[in-house]
């Protein structure tokens, strides 16, 4: 298994948890608002942290500690994920998985009926599910597999949210209202500000974030088909 970030306490990857984020590297997606370009793309230039040290830490903390959430990068890529997975919930810590949608099969077979493998699952949607998307990832990508993943996700019985970073240069008020439909009566919708200061894409980082009352209005919009739309990092 290849760890390539760690941290150890965070408030912020779980409303409502404490956890620790373990983060896997590589990514089958080049989205130019990406922040964690060295993970993406140069994972082997970061240390590697080994699982026994994480171990460690969450062992003389576990009082603490509700959970772990699992992120990249993009965690589905690796065959090792299950595995993973499972050491964590041998230790009795409940699990979150970040995910891009792009393996539909995998979160299916994480997602089985009974299976107890996954506690919350969010997975980003970067833009309309039309030519938008390959804009906002870099790459051309198979939207049916997005659909997949969207569909397997709402019908899990898994606690889960959809979550969109609101760039400005790729995403406004229609898209995100048409996003929203996409979704329509999911649980949780999340739209996350922007922040350019560490982008993969260096033209980005002297792009101002849109304004905590464009996004608000954003919300708005996307409450008429996720009721429950909330707004973080404004």
């Not at 790729?170 to 350019?196: C, R």
Request: overall charge negative; charged content about 30%; hydrophobic content about 40%.
């Amino acid at each position: 298994m290849d760890i390539r970030g760690f941290i150890e306490t965070s408030f912020l990857d779980w409303d409502g948890k404490i956890s620790s984020v373990i983060f896997l590297p590589h990514c089958n997606f080049k989205c130019p608002f990406c922040d964690n370009g060295l993970l993406v793309e140069n994972p082997e230039t970061l240390p590697e942290v080994k699982l026994e040290a994480i171990d460690n830490f969450i062992n003389q903390r576990k009082d603490f500690i509700d959970g772990v959430v699992i992120t990249g990068g993009e965690p589905t890529i690796h065959p090792w994920l299950t595995d993973l997975i499972k050491h964590f919930k041998a230790m009795d810590l409940l699990v979150k998985l970040d995910t891009n949608g792009t393996n539909p099969r995998v979160l299916s077979e994480l997602l089985t009926p009974n299976s107890e493998l996954i506690d919350y699952i969010a997975m980003d949607l970067k833009a309309p599910l039309n030519d938008k998307y390959y804009e906002a990832t870099g790459l051309k990508t198979d939207l049916n597999k997005i659909k997949e993943s969207i569909k397997i996700i709402m019908a899990s019985g898994v606690d889960y949210e959809f979550r969109t970073t609101v760039v400005p240069t790729i995403l406004d008020e229609a898209e995100i209202e048409e996003m929203a439909k996409s979704i329509a009566g999911a649980k949780k919708y999340a739209l996350q500000q922007f922040v350019p200061d560490h982008t993969l894409d260096e033209r980005l980082r002297v792009i101002a974030p849109h304004p905590k009352e464009k996004i608000e209005k954003m919300a708005a919009l996307a409450k008429k088909y996720v009721p429950k739309t909330i707004v973080r990092g404004v």
